[in-house]
């Protein structure tokens, strides 16, 4: 990180050394003009977008909490990078439904 701001105040050239800028790089970037659309596509992604897939996520998943579903079950292989034989061969997303099930 330190090196990254090191590089943001200078000129880097491959195999030559640094040339300090200072705030040239900055103020190049604050004028340009996709550098803000860029912004406002951000902001709206951050402040639009997001909210609303978390508020239709959690608006398809009540129906389906008060019908008794059951957890679903992926292989362990999908959730984990390493498989011992000795273990369960499933492994449950909802963490508090494997309390009582005897592998």
């Known amino acids: 990180m330190i090196a990254s701001l090191l590089y943001s105040f200078?000129?880097?050239?491959?195999?030559?050394?640094?040339?300090?800028?200072?705030?040239?790089?900055?103020?190049?970037l604050f004028q340009d003009k996709y550098?803000?659309?860029?912004l406002r596509n951000t902001g709206y992604i951050v402040g639009i977008g997001v909210p609303l897939?978390?508020?239709?996520?959690?608006f398809l998943c009540?129906?389906?909490?008060?019908?008794?579903?059951?957890?679903?079950?992926?292989?362990?292989?999908?959730?984990?990078?390493?498989h011992r034989a000795d273990?369960?061969?499933?492994?449950?997303?909802d963490l508090g439904a494997h309390r009582n099930r005897v592998c």
């Open 62 to 82: 009540r129906p389906v909490e008060h019908q008794g579903a059951r957890p679903i079950y992926l292989p362990r292989h999908l959730l984990h990078s390493r």
């Open 35 to 38: 550098f803000w659309i860029s």
């Open 87 to 93: 273990d369960c061969q499933h492994s449950a997303l």
């Open 53 to 58: 897939i978390l508020a239709f996520s959690f």
């Open 10 to 28: 200078s000129d880097f050239k491959f195999h030559q050394p640094l040339q300090w800028v200072g705030l040239k790089n900055y103020l190049a």
